[in-house]
């Protein structure tokens, strides 16, 4: 959705953040200058003065910020981390998958870690190495981690506040390219629709394109050109939740069309498409046709921002394997 009306994505995590905060005092932020500069994005810029007292720096240290989140959870308070960059959780693995995702398992539920752990990801902005990285079938494969990409305003808000509600971790993905490009409104009174599921992003009866996060506006525009150029009536189904998927949904919308091309901006080996291709297969094997394609980043380490329109999912590459599913169907 964009244009010139409604909030951009960045203004819609701003406000999400700056509601929470005011509708809970154990909300806290914490990451890499996110006080007084108000993060690299200018994502919480303003709360370091309207909340004194509950926004704070870190060292650049991920592992510090998530280790201290989790402190600060067991402490009560409900802490919402920054990392700078989705590609630098590497430096807090551990933190991540063998504390906090496993501390409810590991206390019997006695603890429940409420800690939203926020981080830019994906290419299209020319960023250098680690910047871009796409890390989500990684950290989806975390039990007891949620995990969320928004590709729309009123999704980030709405997901984030979610988020920040749910009593157990969420990271929560933001499309970096997508914080000042899209625009939407903001769901109305600040609510949400209590729908948490994959949400169809456009209509057609002849394909259907599965994405999550940036790759879904290239999804649309490829589906506009389909329909334009080839006839060919492309749906759209934004997943969003990538854990765990929304499996009845995503079944449901490739049953109704039997023609599948999954797009991520992930690499393709074992990335996130791979789980959504068996989940069809082992349910719809007598229904989908096959092939599915995967539309993918390829095998390698991210490139120098100069070649990365040959390394991300393209509007052209979505359009010539939707068009090879539709032949072989």
Same mark, same amino acid.
């Given at each position: 959705?964009?244009?010139?009306?409604?909030?951009?994505?960045?203004?819609?995590?701003?406000?999400?953040?700056?509601?929470?905060?005011?509708?809970?005092?154990?909300? +806290?932020?914490?990451?890499?200058?996110?006080?007084?500069?108000?993060?690299?994005?200018?994502?919480?810029?303003?709360?370091?003065? &309207?909340?004194?007292?509950? +926004?704070?720096?870190?060292?650049? =240290?991920?592992?510090?910020?998530?280790?201290?989140?989790?402190?600060?959870?067991?402490?009560?308070?409900?802490?919402?981390? %920054?990392?700078?960059?989705?590609? #630098?959780?590497?430096?807090?693995?551990?933190?991540?998958?063998?504390?906090?995702?496993?501390?409810?398992?590991?206390?019997?539920? &006695?603890?429940?870690?409420?800690?939203?752990?926020? =981080?830019?990801?994906?290419?299209?902005?020319?960023?250098?190495?680690?910047?871009?990285?796409?890390?989500?079938?990684?950290?989806?494969?975390?039990?007891?981690?949620?995990? *969320?990409?928004?590709? #729309? /305003?009123?999704? @980030?808000?709405?997901?984030?506040? @979610?988020?920040?509600?749910? /009593?157990?971790? *969420?990271? #929560?993905?933001?499309?970096?390219?997508?914080?000042?490009? *899209?625009?939407?409104?903001?769901?109305?009174?600040? @609510?949400?629709?209590?729908?948490?599921?994959?949400?169809?992003?456009?209509?057609?009866?002849?394909?259907?394109?599965?994405?999550?996060? /940036?790759?879904?506006?290239?999804?649309?525009?490829?589906?506009?050109?389909?329909? %334009? $150029?080839? @006839? *060919?009536?492309?749906?759209?189904?934004?997943?969003? #939740?990538?854990?765990?998927?929304?499996?009845? $949904?995503?079944?449901?919308?490739?049953?109704?069309?039997?023609?599948?091309?999954?797009?991520?901006?992930? +690499?393709?080996? =074992?990335?996130?498409?791979?789980?959504?291709?068996?989940?069809?297969?082992?349910?719809?094997?007598?229904?989908?046709?096959?092939?599915?394609?995967?539309?993918?980043?390829?095998?390698?380490?991210?490139?120098?921002?100069?070649?990365?329109? =040959?390394?991300?999912?393209?509007?052209?590459?979505?359009?010539?394997?939707?068009?090879?599913?539709?032949?072989?169907?």
């Amino acid at each position: 959705m964009s244009g010139e009306s409604g909030v951009t994505l960045l203004e819609a995590v701003r406000t999400a953040l700056s509601d929470a905060m005011a509708d809970d005092d154990r909300v +806290v932020l914490l990451g890499q200058d996110v006080g007084r500069l108000g993060g690299v994005f200018r994502a919480t810029e303003g709360l370091y003065a &309207r909340f004194p007292g509950r +926004v704070f720096d870190t060292p650049l =240290a991920e592992g510090g910020i998530v280790g201290s989140s989790i402190g600060l959870a067991m402490g009560g308070l409900v802490p919402v981390a %920054e990392i700078q960059f989705l590609g #630098f959780l590497h430096q807090a693995f551990h933190q991540v998958t063998q504390q906090l995702a496993r501390y409810r398992f590991r206390t019997r539920g &006695r603890f429940h870690l409420p800690v939203t752990i926020r =981080a830019p990801y994906g290419g299209g902005l020319r960023m250098p190495e680690f910047h871009p990285d796409s890390l989500e079938a990684q950290l989806a494969n975390v039990p007891g981690l949620k995990v *969320v990409a928004p590709a #729309f /305003p009123e999704d @980030a808000y709405s997901l984030l506040r @979610a988020a920040i509600r749910d /009593p157990d971790p *969420v990271l #929560f993905l933001e499309p970096q390219r997508l914080y000042r490009s *899209v625009r939407g409104p903001l769901p109305a009174d600040g @609510a949400d629709d209590g729908d948490f599921g994959a949400r169809l992003r456009r209509p057609g009866d002849d394909l259907l394109l599965v994405s999550w996060g /940036p790759s879904v506006h290239t999804c649309l525009a490829a589906a506009a050109e389909l329909e %334009e $150029r080839h @006839a *060919v009536r492309s749906a759209v189904l934004d997943l969003r #939740f990538l854990s765990p998927i929304d499996h009845a $949904r995503l079944h449901q919308e490739a049953a109704a069309r039997r023609r599948v091309v999954v797009v991520h901006e992930g +690499v393709r080996s =074992a990335g996130l498409g791979a789980e959504v291709v068996a989940s069809l297969q082992e349910a719809l094997y007598d229904t989908v046709s096959l092939p599915i394609l995967r539309v993918t980043a390829p095998d390698t380490p991210y490139p120098p921002g100069r070649l990365e329109d =040959a390394y991300l999912p393209s509007q052209e590459k979505i359009v010539e394997a939707a068009l090879r599913v539709v032949d072989r169907a």
